[in-house]
């Protein structure tokens, strides 16, 4: 069965970090992109940040531009979202997702402008909340 799983979400202040894990299964890592994408109340999922699987290549979104980093770990099939300078506008539910990279060719600046519904695979998401 394949399985995404986002864990490392919880309660920071204004300013924080917080860095987010996704546990990857049941499919071939270096085939797929792994792409963050975050709900807020009340809103639409938006892409956060894309990583590609075979060569690490990564793109950030407007919504976080600057301000995170997605790193991978093949190896261990997981994915990280490290989140600085986080504002209270950054609280939502952070989702974890593949799409097979060759529908986006390779891109991951693609990827990350990818709609949610669109992506192959879609795991259950880890909540962060901002304070101000």
């Known amino acids: 069965d394949v399985q995404l799983q986002a864990s490392g979400g919880g309660l920071v202040q204004a300013g924080g970090s917080l860095r987010l894990s996704c546990a990857t299964s049941?499919?071939?890592?270096?085939?797929?992109?792994i792409a963050w994408f975050r709900q807020a109340p009340g809103k639409e999922q938006e892409g956060v940040a894309c990583?590609?699987?075979?060569?690490?290549?990564?793109y950030d979104a407007d919504s976080m531009k600057g301000r995170v980093t997605i790193s991978s770990d093949s190896a261990k099939k997981m994915v990280y979202l490290e989140m600085n300078n986080l504002k209270p506008e950054d609280t939502a539910v952070y989702y974890c997702?593949?799409?097979?990279?060759?529908?986006?060719?390779?891109?991951?600046?693609?990827?990350?402008?990818?709609?949610?519904?669109?992506?192959?695979?879609r795991g259950k998401g880890t909540l962060v909340t901002v304070s101000s």
């Open positions: 997702a593949a799409v097979l990279s060759s529908r986006t060719y390779y891109s991951a600046q693609f990827c990350v402008a990818w709609p949610y519904a669109g992506m192959d695979y």
């Open positions: 049941g499919f071939t890592f270096e085939d797929y992109q």
């Open positions: 990583i590609t699987g075979n060569d690490g290549t990564w």
